[in-house]
């Protein structure tokens, strides 16, 4: 069996110790004669799985107690519709648009009311996090949403933005558990599962419980949060599957010494790979640098026609899934938390020696 290096933006790469636990315990999960797919999900040993899950994700992200996590299904773009149906119910709401995906949770959003977009980078083609002092911020809006880490063009937010006393809506679909961050300071954390929590098909919301009040008009059952939590996110069939293996990744984190030790790994890696790309001529990346993603690396090829045989070696190298997004293009290496250093340092190893034999 040969694995690769996995730079997939997502669905990504799960850490190995997890696959392989998952396959240990496939075919008789615990004991139960079936596999952890097969069984009620509100069975004892499902129960088991879905409250251990929920619980060290509370450790591992410091989730103070006035905030209920859901694990929903939907994705992220599911999302994009039930935060303006659960908080705003026709009022005015607030986005910062810094790309592609802060681009598709305004376009959802404008079918439920009015936006404003508070800030753009549009202008300078997203390279960077609009300044703070020219944020048009509405007192009265339902909400602020943003977010952190813009998948595709590889622009995060350096701090969490102080937005004063109106809900801060977060889409970390592609940050979250990379580093500490302080709860206490949103109103909703909401993200896709399959870059750094599991698998595909699992999503997972974190409100702060005085929003789950807020007054709203008819909201499908399943993007009704205050439903789902009454619920224990069991209206209708969570994602079974999905949701163990996120168990299992949470259990995996703290096992690595949880989110302060990723963190630091996570710094260094995208701080050695940025270094090398600035130091080269023949590679940029083309992010200001107070903006760039720790997760997700784009850069280009000062020569473009070198792109396919650039991504075909690196194939062969057993680094996979460099291809930009087709929306912009060059190449992208995703290096989420299951990412290891060594990997990293084995693809700016090969950038290396790419750049010395084509440069
Ligand atoms: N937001 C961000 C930041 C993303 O990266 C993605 C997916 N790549 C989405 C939203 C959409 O997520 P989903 O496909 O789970 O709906």
């Known amino acids: 069996m040969t694995r690769v290096m996995n730079f997939s933006a997502g669905p990504a790469a799960l850490p190995q110790a997890v696959l392989e636990r998952a396959r240990d315990e496939l075919l008789d999960f615990r004991g139960s004669g079936m596999s952890v797919m097969e069984m009620s999900h509100r069975g004892k040993p499902f129960m088991a799985v879905a409250e251990k899950a929920e619980q060290d994700l509370r450790t591992l992200m410091d989730i103070p107690d006035n905030y209920t996590v859901l694990f929903l299904q939907g994705g992220a773009t599911g999302q994009f519709a039930a935060i303006p149906m659960n908080l705003a119910n026709g009022r005015g709401m607030d986005y910062i648009d810094t790309g592609a995906w802060s681009g598709k949770a305004i376009k959802e959003a404008q079918k439920y009311g009015p936006v ?107 993007l009704d949060w205050a439903l789902q939590a009454k619920n224990d996110s069991m209206y209708n069939t969570p994602p079974t599957f999905g949701w163990y293996l996120a168990g299992l990744v949470f259990e995996w984190l703290l096992e690595q010494g949880g989110l302060e030790s990723m963190g630091k790994t996570n710094q260094r890696k995208a701080a050695k790979l940025y270094q090398y790309i600035d130091n080269s001529a023949f590679y940029r990346n083309p992010v200001e640098p107070t903006a760039r993603s720790w997760m997700n690396v784009p850069f280009i090829l000062a020569d473009d026609s070198l792109d396919g045989t650039f991504l075909n070696e690196a194939d062969a190298a057993g680094l996979s899934s460099l291809k930009g997004h087709r929306s912009v293009g060059g190449m992208r290496a995703s290096i989420y938390n299951a990412v290891p250093e060594s990997s990293v340092d084995a693809l700016i190893d090969f950038m290396a020696d790419f750049e010395n034999r084509h440069a």
């Open 116 to 222: 404003n977009i508070v800030a753009s980078s549009q202008a300078s083609g997203y390279d960077s996090i609009p300044d703070r002092a020219s944020w048009n911020l509405d007192p009265n809006a339902a909400y602020v949403h943003y977010t952190p880490n813009e998948t595709i063009g590889g622009v995060e937010f350096p701090e969490i933005p102080d937005v004063g006393d109106v809900p801060l809506v977060a889409d970390m679909s592609s940050t979250i558990l990379s580093r500490p961050i302080d709860v206490s300071k949103f109103g909703v954390i909401y993200a896709g599962a399959q870059k750094n929590i599991g698998p595909a098909g699992l999503t997972v919301v974190i409100v702060r419980n005085d929003l789950l009040e807020r007054d709203k008009g008819n909201v499908p059952a399943v």
